[in-house]
């Protein structure tokens, strides 16, 4: 880490527990709101299963 002594690296970065700790609500809130919710995501997929699309007029003709 580029300290003179090992002791001032430990102080540093050792004993991160309580940083790590109050943290945690707001960590918790974003991913809340960054990960999918699991009945969204069930209902987003019966949504994309119901979509038909005809894809003939996409499709070169071929002959």
């Given at each position: 880490?580029?300290?003179?002594?090992?002791?001032?690296?430990?102080?540093v970065?050792?004993?991160?527990?309580?940083?790590?700790?109050?943290?945690?609500?707001?960590?918790?809130?974003?991913?809340?709101?960054?990960?999918?919710?699991?009945?969204?995501?069930?209902?987003?997929?019966?949504?994309?299963?119901?979509?038909?699309?005809?894809?003939?007029?996409?499709?070169?003709?071929?002959?």
């Amino acid at each position: 880490m580029g300290h003179a002594k090992e002791l001032i690296t430990i102080d540093v970065y050792g004993d991160n527990k309580g940083i790590i700790a109050d943290g945690v609500p707001e960590i918790e809130t974003y991913m809340k709101e960054v990960l999918p919710n699991m009945e969204e995501m069930e209902s987003f997929k019966k949504e994309l299963l119901e979509i038909v699309m005809d894809v003939t007029e996409f499709l070169l003709e071929v002959g």
